[in-house]
């Protein structure tokens, strides 16, 4: 057991005599450092102060979130002249992937975080404790995308999930965001022990936790046939967890419910930072260390993406509530991401594993960037109905406010995957990706799907451009009467929706960059 | 041929009118008079790059010209590729005359800004769609017309108009859904057979690639669910009569005009000239589709009391005589084909203008209620009867031309077909006369004071964008030669590179077969049985 230093089991025995530890490498952790450190000060200084002045919390957030996305950034070059490597005794990969993943999450924790400031202000609840639990979030998806341990990765999991439950309960005042935080609790929390337990079987059958070891002895150990429903129980055990985090159907009931009911700001980080961490994880266990027993994983992910794409974008039509709404498009792009899962499955294990990996990375940043600018859209529209997020409080939008109809207008189109928008790149790359692997089958369904999908997202913009106001809230001369107060957009949001809206279309039409920088990602460490 | 040409007219031809789009966009609101000044600016400026090129376009010469070629995502080797053949050519300056006319034709009935913001990026579009040789670049354009095409329906049509735009938007994107796979999977497979490495360049697929029979035919199919959904072909069609007749006036005039064409063109670029072999083999089925379309759409047609969905059931008859002569794919047959889309997108174009002009004046499109038009708006009834004799196809106007090619082309290789097909040109003058008797002869309506309700005849501007329409209709029917000498090398380019790449020789007469007895009905492919030797002959003209 001892001699297992990944774990940070191990690491707890470090004041043990004797016992040499781990090497640490300050820097290559500092993004997490960055964020951990953060989410303390803001914790313990904000306990100990009055009140800061407006953004003040949300600025540290931001600063913080800029920062460990820029540290990410400079160790991206250390990664590529080099080699990918492990931290901390095999811990945590120190790959490109990592990377990625760590730059989405801080960008989406940027956006959220300025989003969250306006609209807590707003309701006079600007405390600390938010932003602490978004930075802990945030560091535990950052762990998670970059485990490399099976337990290591369930800390992270952790870390994220009770940051999560915690702030979709966040809104006291509303019962609907206890029942939301109660259900994403019970649901979550059984998912993570078939997680755990999964871990355990795995464990049992193979005798490590650590991803490099699994496949190192993959690699000597034609494993007996006995051990292998043990390890074929924890593979399906470990599948059921994830595909609970990632919602993918028929484990995402949970979604609708608490992404309705959560504060509009941290339904749009579980869409994001929860996504991207949860698929990030999945990617690693599965391409890195169950290559071997890719035949037997792949058709059910064929079966999970499949499910979700269809089940998602049909739901998703039937809804009234935009929330809802973006709730099943938030299955069904989890779908879209496992169908390059399934794309990277084909050569799962091998050196070079195609295009399925950099596909997937590409998606999950674009992904990240557009669904929290639409949630910014969503919360300042929902702020001027007192809350309410149904499809009735976007009419008229495109004749109150056009500049904010027009964001939303590319947000959801790039969400549906029209060109010209990061949305269209990156659905494009998961389904070349597909294609190329010759899964032709699950290319066609998916876009069928995007073809149901779309009709969800126009259903929201007619709302928002095409359908008058009711009538006796406009006046003979045509101009607006009686919406509640003349729409304002709050400094920090509208700076991040215009940010967001630039870089949907720049990726959009000049995705050359983001592709190279994405395909370096198949390379991951072990 | 000449070197490439530095001046970048293809495209500006598709950068001009996006920039007139965000221009257009950025104008105050409170400044209509600089919206619509920029606006048709922008887009007559379009044009007269379309007629420019038109000048620079070297007749008699079979290949692309004016190629511009630019790097965009090199990892996937896709590339801004533009080139303008005789296939292309005419279309191209169809969309640059049609749309400024259109603008000036009717004004929006609100919103003029995102109206005209809306209709340039439509052009950009399908501008774009004409002239990419590019199979990434294609589809974007192909796939970016919904968006403008579903807020202009949505936004300023009449009726039940966001059902039919979101009709429209779902029906053509499930199309685009299969040639986005179809074409992922045409680079791939390319790569593997024959061109080696990942290129969407659609030429040099073209050219380099030779797809197994299967494999082919899947990957064509894959691109004729998109075409056939936008054509339309006929069980794709429902969406058109609805999207038609909620648009507003200036967007059926595109629809019909430019738009169906992607469709028709889109059979013939992507799909004829990428996979020669397939498109042989499933000719029998086009065909077929083909003939009931012409029949189905004329018959429908007929039954309507909305002006206006007759003239949209009208080009489903119009546009299965393209796709007939598409398929029988004869010399004559296809250069007809490509004439009669730019005759039914000026023919048709009009017809949707005058109709959108008498709604404006009456508020209603039913035929019922409508009559005697002739004996208060002689004009009027005078452009729209040229208009409509253009469309019926008669002699000496345009619609004539196109369709003869069409019939005699395809006669040669497609014999019954053509025969049944035919009687669609009796039965387009059958709805369209009657629809006219009805409208404009007659005593007028009365009002409750006996006098004869008024009628406003064609104002100035109406009447000039009417000349412009008359004049292109009057001069291809009487003198077409410069446009087929344009077309017809491309198009024997074609076919050649069809000839050559499917190893088939193409216009079989189909005499030999049909004399066999119990070989009715359109199962068999014609060049399968009958000999080469007798083909050749029918072949060039």
């Known amino acids: 057991m001892m001699a297992r230093t990944g774990s940070l089991l191990a690491q707890a025995g470090l004041a043990q005599a004797g016992f040499e530890g781990p090497d640490v490498e300050w820097f290559a952790l500092s993004p997490l450092i960055v964020l951990v450190g953060a989410s303390l000060v803001l914790l313990v200084l904000g306990a100990l102060t009055p009140t800061w002045p407006r953004g003040w919390y949300a600025g540290v957030t931001v600063v913080a979130a800029v920062a460990a996305g820029a540290l990410a950034m400079f160790q991206w070059d250390d990664i590529t002249d080099g080699s990918p490597a492990t931290l901390v005794g095999r811990a945590l990969a120190f790959d490109t992937f990592a990377q990625f993943v760590t730059i989405s999450i801080c960008a989406a924790l940027v956006g959220v975080a300025l989003v969250t400031s306006d609209a807590l202000h707003r309701s006079g609840r600007d405390d600390p404790e938010t932003y602490a639990l978004f930075l802990v979030a945030a560091a535990g998806g950052v762990v998670m995308g970059a485990a490399n341990d099976l337990v290591v990765l369930f800390l992270g999991l952790e870390t994220m999930s009770l940051a999560f439950y915690v702030l979709a309960a966040s809104d006291r005042r509303r019962t609907q965001s206890q029942e939301a935080g109660i259900k994403y609790f019970i649901l979550g929390g059984f998912s993570s022990a078939f997680f755990l337990y999964g871990i355990a079987l795995l464990y049992g059958a193979v005798g490590s936790t650590n991803l490099g070891e699994i496949v190192d002895s993959f690699d000597t150990v034609v494993p007996a046939q006995a051990d292998d429903a043990l390890l074929l129980a924890g593979v399906a055990l470990l599948m059921v967890g994830f595909a609970f985090k990632v919602a993918a159907v028929p484990f995402h009931v949970w979604t609708p419910d608490v992404y309705q009911g959560a504060p509009t700001p941290v339904t749009s980080l579980f869409a994001s930072v929860g996504k991207v961490a949860a698929v990030a994880a999945l990617v690693r266990v599965l391409v890195v260390g169950l290559g071997h027993y890719r035949d037997d994983w792949q058709p059910v992910v064929w079966v999970l993406a499949v499910a979700s794409v269809f089940v998602g974008s049909v739901l998703a039509v039937v809804q009234t509530n935009v929330k809802r709404m973006l709730a099943y498009s938030s299955i069904t792009h989890a779908g879209y991401i496992l169908v390059g899962l399934e794309a990277a499955a084909h050569r799962a294990g091998e050196a070079d594993s195609g295009a399925g990996v950099p596909s997937i990375a590409f998606y999950l940043i674009a992904y990240a960037v557009i669904v929290t600018g639409t949630f910014a859209v969503v919360a300042l529209v929902a702020r001027n109905n007192e809350g309410a997020t149904d499809l009735d409080s976007f009419r008229g939008l495109g004749q109150r406010h056009p500049a904010l109809a027009l964001a939303l207008t590319v947000f959801l189109l790039a969400q549906a995957g029209v060109p010209f928008t990061s949305g269209f790149i990156a659905k494009f790359g998961v389904i070349s990706a597909a294609v190329t692997e010759r899964s032709y089958a699950i290319a066609l369904i998916a876009m069928v799907a995007s073809v149901i999908g779309a009709f969800l997202y126009l259903r929201i913009i007619v709302f928002a451009w095409m359908q008058d106001e009711e009538p006796d809230t406009i006046a003979a001369d045509g101009s607006v009467l009686g919406t509640t107060e003349s729409v304002t957009i709050p400094f920090a949001t509208g700076l991040f929706i215009a940010a967001a809206v630039a870089f949907t279309l720049f990726v959009g039409v000049l995705p050359g960059w983001l592709l190279d920088a994405a395909d370096v990602t198949v390379d991951l460490a072990r | ?541």
């Open chain 2, 1 to 541: 041929m000449e070197g490439p040409t530095p001046f970048p007219i293809l495209t500006l031809l598709v950068v001009v009118p996006v920039i007139g789009s965000i221009v257009t966009a950025l104008v105050p609101k409170g400044r209509p008079d600089v919206v619509k000044l920029v606006a048709l600016g922008s887009a007559i400026v379009t044009g007269a790059f379309s007629l420019w090129l038109l000048a620079e376009f070297e007749t008699g010469e079979g290949g692309f010209q004016l190629v511009s070629q630019h790097q965009w995502i090199e990892r996937w080797g896709i590339s801004w590729h533009l080139g303008v053949d005789g296939i292309s050519l005419l279309l191209v300056v169809l969309t640059g005359i049609l749309f400024p006319l259109a603008m000036v034709a009717v004004d929006a009935h609100h919103d003029d800004k995102p109206y005209l913001a809306w209709l340039l990026l439509l052009e950009a579009g399908v501008m774009g769609s004409f002239l990419s040789l590019d199979l990434f670049l294609f589809f974007i354009c192909f796939e970016i017309v919904l968006v403008p095409m579903y807020f202009l329906i949505g936004g300023w049509g009449y009726g039940d108009r966001v059902y039919a735009a979101t009709k429209f938007f779902i029906f053509t994107m499930f199309g685009s859904a299969f040639m986005l796979v179809g074409i992922i999977a045409t680079v791939v497979l390319a790569r593997q057979h024959g061109v080696g490495e990942t290129t969407f360049d659609l030429v040099r697929i073209a050219n380099e690639a030779t797809f197994p029979a299967s494999t082919g035919r899947w990957l064509f199919f894959a691109f004729a669910i998109a075409f056939a959904v936008k054509v339309p072909i006929f069980p794709l069609h429902t969406w058109l009569p609805d999207a038609h007749t909620q648009a507003p006036t200036a967007g059926s005039v595109i629809l019909a005009g430019v738009m169906l064409k992607l469709g028709t063109y889109g059979l013939l670029r992507f799909g004829v000239y990428l996979f020669p072999e397939a498109a042989d083999w499933s000719r029998p089925l086009f065909l077929t589709l083909a003939v009931i379309g012409v029949i189905y759409g004329a018959i429908v047609a007929t039954m309507q009391r909305d002006l206006k969905r007759l003239v949209a059931y009208s080009s489903i008859a119009h546009l299965g005589f393209i796709v007939l002569g598409t398929f029988a794919m004869t010399s004559q047959a296809i250069t007809g084909g490509v004439l009669q889309m730019v005759n039914h997108g000026v023919s048709t174009g009009a017809l949707f203008l005058l109709v959108g002009w008498i709604y404006e004046r009456r508020h209603t499109r039913e035929i019922s209620e409508l009559k005697g038009l002739q004996s208060v708006a002689p004009i009027f009834a005078a452009a729209f009867t040229v208009v409509m004799l253009s469309s019926i196809g008669v002699p000496g106007l345009n619609g004539f031309v196109g369709e003869y090619l069409v019939l005699v082309g395809s006669f040669l290789s497609a014999r019954w077909w053509t025969v049944v097909a035919a009687t669609g040109v009796i039965l387009a003058a059958l709805y369209l006369l009657w629809a006219y008797q009805r409208v404009f002869h007659g005593p007028p309506d009365t009002d409750e004071h006996g006098e004869p309700k008024p009628f406003a005849e064609l104002t100035a501007r109406e009447g000039l964008v009417m000349a412009g329409f008359i004049g292109i209709i009057v001069f291809t029917g009487v003198y077409p030669k410069p446009l087929i000498d344009r077309v017809q090398p491309s198009v024997d380019a074609l076919i050649t590179h069809v000839e050559d790449k499917a190893d088939i020789t193409i216009a079989t007469p189909t005499v030999v077969e049909v004399d066999e007895p119990g070989d009715g009905g359109e199962g068999e492919g014609e060049h399968e049985s009958s000999e080469p030797a007798g083909a050749a002959t029918a072949e060039d003209q």
